[in-house]
């Protein structure tokens, strides 16, 4: 059974920094790339960034240059560095296994002041 379990959210002011993490068991981590999407309340769930298994990587114009996926294969898990964050950026952060319908519960990222 695939399980995805994110977490490191919480409250920051802007300008600040959280590194979330997204655990995946099931055996489904090694298979696929790993991205993370958010959903902002009253709007759809949109694409953050991509990783593939050996490192490449793809980002959504509006994080390029704040956000930085990451991923560790011996730990099954991949993470998201997000620096000078901004209040847009609250929403419910999300992992996934590209092109999959398996997610987790996600960890809320707050931004304000």
């Known amino acids: 059974q695939v399980q995805l379990v994110e977490s490191g959210g919480g409250l920051v002011q802007p300008g600040g920094s959280l590194r979330l993490s997204c655990a995946a068991s099931g055996g489904i981590f090694r298979t696929y790339a790993m991205a993370w999407y958010r959903q902002a309340p009253g709007k759809q769930r949109e694409f953050v960034a991509i990783?593939?298994?050996?490192?490449?990587?793809n980002y959504a114009d509006f994080v390029k240059g704040r956000f930085t996926i990451s991923r560790d294969n011996a730990k099954n898990t991949v993470f998201l560095q997000m620096n000078n964050l901004k209040s847009e950026d609250t929403a419910v952060y999300y992992c996934?296994?590209?092109?999959?319908?398996?997610w987790g519960q996600g960890t809320q990222v707050t931004v304000s002041s």
């Open positions: 996934n296994p590209g092109g999959t319908t398996y």
């Open positions: 990783i593939t298994w050996d490192g490449g990587t």
